[in-house]
């Protein structure tokens, strides 16, 4: 069987086991059904894949370490994490389906398409779940994907490829300890502070942004209250409710004009108030910490050697780093770990031997 079958076989099996995990830590009763059955189908597929092909099901493949490595993530970050992860998967599928359908000039079918409906459907509320769970679901819908984690990494890549370039690049000018040091903990140091500037002044912006909007959103509501009412009747109306019931339940919430703002407030701006509760400095921290992991590896052989000696071990050092990242970003991309490890590998390298040469022409002119 060619490698692309199998890595299709594989797919849905590490879909069907990461559905059966979300299940198991579901406390919504009726979403927790619904990805056990997700659960089932993605199995089936599997094993409908291995029977069209005459495969004994006695073959069918484990969960791959992507998919156990995914588990013990969310363990320590939250099981939500996950649903991020399989929309990718679902997005891919359905890709891979419709492209397959036009080389074979096939018809559609509705099941292209449905499992990446029905995740977002559950994103999005669009199911009977209880009122004291929506919250959680919109918020899911904002930090689908494992944004948190992705933005470490992504933190980190920055770190380490800015000052690896830096530190190459000083060290082709000087080939001295000292200076190559000094300014490898200055990009340290600049780049941190300016991430976590960067990110403070983002969330903070944000959130005076909705915080505004709120305000402007309660003073609609006290001075036109039966003009709120109308909206949120369409609202519930476009979600396909009857007329009649999407008024009388209109009606019923404005009568709590706290209840009224908080559900206006997502469902006419898309703002969830618990996002506004996250702390600007904890962003910012976060952001400063994976900029200067990344960037302090290039810089530790310069604490205790110099010269061609430090470049090498810089070089070794970060090239581990960034083989490491890219193994990482495939959690995310599903791709081959030797494949995204060795590309990010030969950019990160790339990127320095251009700043190494120019060094080495600066430091010979100077000379």
Not at 50 to 75: E, F, Q, T
Not at 141 to 158: K, T
Not at 238 to 258: C, F, N, P, R
């Amino acid at each position: 069987m060619s490698k692309e079958n199998l890595q299709s076989i594989q797919t849905e099996v590490d879909a069907s086991y990461l559905y059966g995990i979300l299940a198991d830590h579901e406390i919504d009763v009726q979403v927790a059904k619904i990805f056990r059955s997700m659960q089932e189908i993605e199995l089936s597929h599997a094993e409908a894949f291995m029977k069209k092909r005459g495969l004994d099901l006695i073959l069918l493949p484990k969960p791959s370490r992507r998919a156990r490595v995914l588990k013990w993530l969310a363990g320590w970050i939250g099981y939500d994490f996950l649903l991020g992860i399989l929309m990718d998967t679902e997005k891919s599928l359905s890709s891979s389906v419709q492209n397959a359908r036009k080389m074979t000039q096939t018809a559609p079918s509705i099941s292209d398409t449905a499992h990446v409906q029905i995740l977002k459907n559950i994103l999005s509320g669009e199911h009977q779940i209880s009122s004291q769970n929506l919250a959680r679901f919109e918020k899911r819908h904002r930090s689908v994907g494992g944004n948190a984690l992705r933005a470490a990494v992504l933190g980190g890549n920055d770190g380490l490829v800015s000052n690896f370039s830096l530190v190459m690049g000083i060290a082709g000018a000087t080939n001295g300890q000292k200076e190559v040091l000094l300014a490898g903990l200055a990009g340290l140091l600049a780049g941190s502070l300016s991430m976590a500037l960067g990110e403070w002044i983002s969330v903070k912006s944000s959130q005076e942004l909705y915080e505004n909007q709120m305000d402007l959103e309660m003073e609609e509501l006290e001075s036109n209250p039966q003009g709120e009412e109308k909206e949120l009747a369409l609202i519930y109306m476009t979600k396909g409710m009857e007329e009649s019931l999407a008024k009388q339940m209109a009606k019923d919430v404005i009568q709590d004009k706290s209840k009224a703002h908080q559900i206006l407030v997502s469902e006419e701006l898309g703002i969830n108030a618990e996002e506004l509760k996250g702390s600007a400095m904890e962003a910012a921290l976060a952001s400063f910490i994976s900029f200067a992991i990344g960037a302090i590896l290039p810089v530790i052989p310069f604490f205790f050697s110099g010269g061609l000696q430090g470049i090498l071990l810089s070089a070794l050092i970060s090239g581990v780093g960034l083989f490491v990242i890219g193994a990482i970003i495939t959690l995310f991309t599903n791709k081959k770990v030797w494949h995204s490890g060795l590309r990010q590998l030969l950019f990160g390298f790339m990127a320095a031997a251009i700043t190494y040469a120019i060094g080495k022409l600066i430091g010979v002119s100077l000379a």
